[in-house]
């Protein structure tokens, strides 16, 4: 999708984020784009790896019962 490069650099930023929220929306992001065939050979190893570093700060919080 040629508007991507205007937007998606962004995006893959937003998963390295210190702020969950913003990892959160961003990894919703790129599965979104991710369903568009021509995501994957433009965005596809990057996107792959941005999340696995993202998925590695996740912080698991106890939840009252």
């Known amino acids: 999708v040629s508007v991507w490069p205007v ?3 962004q ?5 390295s984020a210190d702020d969950a ?3 959160n929306t961003a990894a ?3 599965m979104l784009a991710a369903q568009v065939p021509a995501f994957g050979p433009q965005y ?3 996107a ?3 999340v696995t570093n993202s ?3 996740f ?4 939840r009252p019962n």
């Not at 995006?11 to 998963?15: C, K, V």
């Not at 912080?59 to 106890?62: A, Q, R």
């Open 55 to 57: 998925l590695k700060k």
């Open 21 to 23: 929220d913003a990892r």
């Open 59 to 62: 912080v698991e919080y106890d």
């Open 28 to 30: 919703f992001t790129v």
């Open 44 to 46: 596809g190893s990057a």
């Open 11 to 15: 995006i893959m930023a937003a998963l």
């Open 48 to 50: 792959y790896a941005a």
């Open 7 to 9: 937007f998606m650099d």
